[in-house]
């Protein structure tokens, strides 16, 4: 897995057109570049929401939101009902729940001998579907926050980054994307 991001790093250079950039390379397993770059983008996302986590207090964001239509409920293992929760706690939640799937060695294999599950494409597309809800929430509330902190370039590249793979393998269904769907489409440069 260390040469695949090593790999997966390196076709990231600034004149890289970032759909090719994201594409299997010939020969690789797909699993294992799903598994790379989702420990990627689950650490470019914890550490983007961190920049504005203070920010994300109880009262202000009582729930898991990207505008007022948009309302994310949390469920898990543990908590077979949708629940309403804080946006912190949905956020904290979520990170616990990804690094509980990174550190379970069925899920997320790290000896090359032992395969992915056969259910490993429906667990990735949760944890991308949930992830997105991380920058729809940033981006609706706390888009000047980042501004404010100059750190409006990281945000972009990272999600634009993120939009593409997603695209390429088809991880989110088309309907999440919704309350991004103006800057999505922005881009992709693709009408959805």
Known sequence: MESLYKQAKASLGISTNLRTAVRLPPGEDLNEWLAVHT?????????????????VDEETYPEMTAGPQYVYLWADDKTKKPTSVPARKYVDLLFTWIQGKFDDEEIFPTSVDKPFPKDF???????????????????????HRIQELDE???LNAVFKHFLFF???????????????QTLVEKFLGKKE
Do not use: M, W
């Open 39 to 55: 420990i990627d983008f689950f650490n470019q996302t914890n550490l983007l929401f961190g920049s504005i986590e203070e920010f």
């Open 121 to 143: 494409r429906q667990i990735i597309c949760k944890i991308y579907t949930r992830l997105f809800r991380v920058f729809a929430h940033i981006y609706v509330h706390h888009f």
């Open 152 to 154: 409006e370039a990281h």
């Open 166 to 180: 997603i695209d390429e393998f088809d991880l989110v269904d088309k309907r999440e994307l919704a309350p991004l």
